[in-house]
């Protein structure tokens, strides 16, 4: 049996990763949470979805199986059965002119399962010319909408990588369709082309298919793909609980660089010591949001103006409060207080009075955008906005806290 024969050396050299470290989060740092980007705590449901028809070749298909492998690597906990809920569950299903699954999302419980199973499935292709991604997309759906979709693993992000070396867009073959479907119902999906000759145009037809920046060219096996394969999953992990928005670099722009903080406008009044409070209870990473920075400031400005805040003027809470004698931010239950630095946005003649009793700040409308203006902690009702971690490799988020907080 050929994988019986499989040296375990070539196992250790498939599984040379790459990882990034990320220490906690430093508030104190002054800069926005990024996303986690630690591969070993990565919690997906992925399913490879793998040409095997005869464009692929076999030397291109050993290429498939290493490249799965590599990206994950030996450190992510493949399977379910960790008591840890940050695991990652892989199925495969191969293409030609018919889908097969191979691996259903409960099959491979280790990376030794998933290597010596993905490189039997890969060892051979198909004999047929024939590659219809349609079919293999049509089986991803089936098993995510058995395995995942309204399970207990709902709450997952769900990932498809698709590996090709054809593209058929034609008639009742056209993928985008169903591509669409699926990026719809939030499923990320990663396209990998292997051009052959005669088949111009696969980079172009899969970036259709591909969610957005996340289309990649095969022919980068030798330098850095398992990386950018690795990027996309720690992205794709890197989310919101419903209803509230991921903060990133320009609002404006969905494909902007996308920190590792979720906003959430509350357009119901509420005196500022009790919209503290509202956050505070929504989890302990949970408080009334900061503004560290004006891209941050004109962010908040924006979600406000798309969220039914009263307007004339718009006057909206946010975490700076006077404590002891120095401005702070609101910080998560048990955290140190950060104090108020760099950049500010007071309105003219601002603070006023005795910030003893005018302790708590307020975005107000002044022309085309809102300034800081310290009002009291228990008199002025307004609408507010929380902040919170993402949901991402260092910030694990139960089911209840996605759907229902
Ligand atoms: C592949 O199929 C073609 C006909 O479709 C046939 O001529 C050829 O011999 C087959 N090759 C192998 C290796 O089976
Ligand atoms: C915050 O909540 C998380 C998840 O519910 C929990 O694991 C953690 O221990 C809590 N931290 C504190 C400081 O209470």
């Known amino acids: 049996m050929k994988i019986a024969n499989m040296k375990l050396h070539t196992l250790s050299l498939a599984l040379i990763g790459v990882y990034a470290c990320s ?6 740092s002054y800069v926005d949470r990024s996303c986690g980007t630690d591969l070993s705590n990565l919690w997906l449901d992925v399913i490879a979805v793998v040409d095997n028809s005869r464009g692929m070749t076999n030397k291109g298909l050993s290429y498939v199986a290493s490249s799965i492998i590599s990206v994950f690597g030996k450190n992510t906990r493949i399977g379910s059965s960790s008591a840890e809920p940050r695991t990652t569950r892989l199925g495969l299903v191969t293409y030609n002119s018919v889908a097969t699954q191979n691996a259903d999302l409960n099959q491979y419980q280790s990376i030794e399962d998933a290597y010596y199973g993905i490189y039997g499935a890969l060892s051979t292709t198909v004999n047929t010319t024939e590659s219809y991604l349609t079919t293999g997309l049509n089986a991803a759906v089936e098993l995510f909408s058995r395995q995942s979709f309204r399970s207990n693993r709902q709450h997952y992000r769900k990932v498809i990588i698709v590996y090709a070396s054809e593209y058929n867009g034609r008639g009742e073959f056209d993928p985008v369709p169903i591509a669409n479907r699926l990026k719809a119902s939030g499923v990320n999906i990663i396209t990998i082309a292997y051009e052959q000759p005669g088949s111009a ?143 500010s946005n007071w309105q003219t003649g601002f603070p006023i009075g005795s910030p003893a009793s005018q302790s708590v700040v307020s975005n107000i409308q002044n022309g085309v955008t809102t300034k800081w203006n310290n009002i009291a902690m228990y008199t002025a009702a307004a609408d507010y906005v929380c902040e919170t971690y993402s949901c991402d490799t260092d910030n694990y988020c139960d089911a209840d806290f996605v759907y229902d907080n």
């Open 23 to 28: 220490a906690d989060y430093d508030p104190a």
């Open 201 to 343: 145009g696969l980079l172009q037809g899969l970036s259709q298919i591909a969610s957005p920046g996340f289309s990649f060219s095969g022919d980068n096996i030798a330098g850095n793909l398992v990386k950018e394969i690795q990027t996309a999953l720690l992205q794709s992990n890197c989310f919101c609980p419903n209803d509230w928005t991921q903060y990133r670099g320009s609002y404006s722009d969905p494909t902007s660089y996308r920190y590792g903080v979720c906003l959430l406008p509350v357009n119901l009044p509420k005196v500022w010591a009790s919209a503290k409070m509202a956050c505070s209870m929504k989890s302990n990473r949970t408080h009334l949001a900061t503004e560290f920075t004006q891209a941050k400031h004109d962010f908040i400005f924006n979600l406000a103006q798309h969220s039914n805040f009263k307007q004339n003027p718009y006057t909206y809470h946010i975490g700076l409060n006077f404590v002891n004698g120095a401005w702070i931010w609101d910080q998560p239950a048990g955290q140190s207080p950060v104090n108020l630095k760099s950049w």
